[in-house]
C-alpha cells in the first residue's frame, strides 16, 4: 500500500516498488485528492508551456547565474522571510539581496512537489511570499491546467526545473533558486534581480 507522505514529500511504502501507481520516476504525474493515487498529467497546452519557458530560460538565464553566483555549491544564502528576500555571498565576498517567491517543495529521492499554496500557513511563509504559485495556480484555472492546480504532484528533476521556471515567468521573476531544505527536499524559489551592495 502506498501513500503520498507530504510531511518528507516523498514515497511511504511497506515495501519497496520501483512504480508508484504507474509513475516511474520520469515525467509529470498529479497526486488525485480523491483517491491519493498518482496519475499523469497529460495536458499537450501545459507541456508546450512548459518546454516554451525551458527554451526561452537556456537563453537569459546562464548569464545571470553566473554573474551572481547561483550555481556555485560555496554560495552562502540565507532567506528573511520578514522581508521577503534572500541574502547571499558569493566566495569572493561580494554580497547581494533578491526579492523572492517560494514556487514549492520537492523531495529529490521521492520526486515529491508541494506547491508553496497547498503548505500549511507558518511565520516563514506568508502568503506574500507565495506569489509565483498563486499566480501559476490562476492561471493553471483559467487555462485547466490540472499540473498548476493540483496541491501534490510527483515529478522527475528536470520537470521540476521547468514547473518552477514557468511559475517564476508567471510573476515576471527572472531567476529559480533551488535551496536546500534537508532531507533531501529542496525549496524551489522565484528570485527578482538581485542587487549588490558591495
Not at 511497506?14 to 496519475?39: F, K, N
Not at 561580494?94 to 517543495?105: C, D, E, M, V
Not at 508567471?170 to 534537508?182: E, I, N, T
Amino acid at each position: 500500500m502506498f501513500r503520498f507522505d507530504t510531511t518528507t514529500l516523498g514515497l511511504a511504502a511497506q515495501r519497496d516498488a520501483a512504480l508508484w501507481g504507474g509513475y516511474a520516476g520520469q515525467g509529470l504525474w498529479v497526486i488525485d485528492p480523491a483517491t491519493g493515487e498518482p496519475q499523469p498529467a497529460c495536458d499537450p497546452g501545459f507541456a508546450r508551456m512548459l518546454d516554451l519557458v525551458a527554451e526561452e530560460a537556456r537563453d537569459s538565464m546562464p548569464p545571470l547565474v553566473a554573474e551572481f553566483g547561483l550555481d556555485d555549491p560555496r554560495l552562502d544564502w540565507t532567506l528573511l522571510p520578514r522581508r521577503g528576500l534572500l541574502r547571499a555571498t558569493t566566495p569572493e565576498g561580494a554580497t547581494w539581496f533578491a526579492r523572492y517567491s517560494q514556487i514549492s517543495t520537492w523531495n529529490e529521492d521521492g520526486h515529491g512537489w508541494l506547491w508553496s499554496w497547498a503548505e500549511p500557513a507558518a511565520p516563514d511563509l506568508p502568503d506574500t511570499l507565495r506569489i509565483a504559485a498563486h499566480r501559476l495556480r490562476l492561471d493553471g484555472r483559467n487555462h485547466g491546467w490540472r499540473a498548476a492546480t493540483e496541491r501534490c504532484l510527483l515529478v522527475d528533476a528536470a520537470t521540476a526545473w521547468r514547473l518552477a521556471l514557468l511559475a517564476a515567468q508567471a510573476s515576471d521573476y527572472p531567476l529559480v533558486f533551488r535551496a536546500p531544505a534537508g532531507g533531501g527536499s529542496y525549496r524551489l524559489l522565484a528570485l527578482d534581480f538581485p542587487v549588490r551592495t558591495n
